[in-house]
């Protein structure tokens, strides 16, 4: 795909990370033609389709984020992501240019290899890729799309007090497999009054409540970026949204 990737994967092979190499490069962006395209060595025909280019914003936030975790060791990747969100805005217009001119470059690059990919296929061929790619894509989307919502810093969902209570007893069990601790965790759980489950019950709602504040002040982030498509769908229609529901 795109040499920067290439590149990355050469530096961390010689055992050094973007964030050791681009420490002191505070905001500046890096050269334009780390996005050239390179055609991919494929292995198999499925594995021969190339992965669909990152758009520029998250082009843009994954090529920052090692720098700022380099010179902000301590904080939180949502933290991080709301200063890359606030950099991306205030960046200009002539250098985000570099980064949505490189997302359409290998846009059409993309396009041009599945077509060139495709060209070389017989119709039973085609219809057996279409099955095989298909069946990779469902297994991949869900992994792919929470590795994208970790990067874009997105807060953890609200735990339940019964999953409060689970993770609390875990850590504490020291002997039997899981299967055995958790099926002693859910007897101790069914045998608790109704005063010691109220306090991992007031635990979950203050976690909802933390969840519903983090997740509206990462979402006016998203919408700041232009990606409106993570929004929840109440929040696309402007509803507004009671804690509780969460």
């Not at 780390?34 to 190339?50: D, E, G, H, I, K």
């Not at 914003?57 to 904080?75: C, D, G, H, M, T």
């Not at 929470?146 to 069990?173: C, D, H």
Request: hydrophobic content about 35%.
């Amino acid at each position: 795909m795109a040499l920067f990737r290439c590149v990355w994967s050469v530096l961390s092979a010689l055992g050094k990370s973007g964030s050791d190499l681009c420490a002191g490069c505070g905001s500046r962006l890096r050269s334009p033609f780390s996005f050239a395209y390179v055609p991919r060595c494929f292995s198999s025909t499925a594995n021969s389709y190339p992965k669909k280019p990152l758009t520029s914003y998250v082009r843009f936030s994954k090529e920052q984020l090692p720098i700022f975790k380099a010179q902000n060791p301590a904080a939180k990747n949502s933290e991080l992501i709301r200063k890359i969100a606030q950099l991306w805005r205030e960046l200009p217009d002539s250098e985000k240019k570099i980064y949505e001119d490189a997302y359409r470059a290998d846009w059409q690059a993309y396009k041009e290899e599945i077509n060139r990919i495709q060209e070389q296929l017989t119709p039973s061929q085609i219809v057996s890729l279409e099955k095989e790619i298909q069946q990779k894509r469902l297994k991949k989307k869900a992994l792919i799309k929470k590795r994208e919502l970790t990067m874009l810093g997105k807060p953890k969902r609200p735990r339940s007090a019964y999953n409060i209570f689970i993770a609390e007893r875990f850590q504490e069990a020291k002997d039997g497999t899981s299967q055995v601790k958790l099926k002693t965790i859910n007897e101790n759980w069914k045998n608790l009054s109704s005063s010691q489950k109220q306090v991992y019950i007031q635990l979950a709602n203050d976690d909802k409540i933390r969840y519903y504040n983090e997740m509206k002040s990462w979402e006016e982030q998203m919408m700041e970026v232009g990606r409106k498509d993570l929004l929840r769908r109440t929040v696309k229609h402007q509803r507004k949204v009671d804690p509780e529901e969460y």
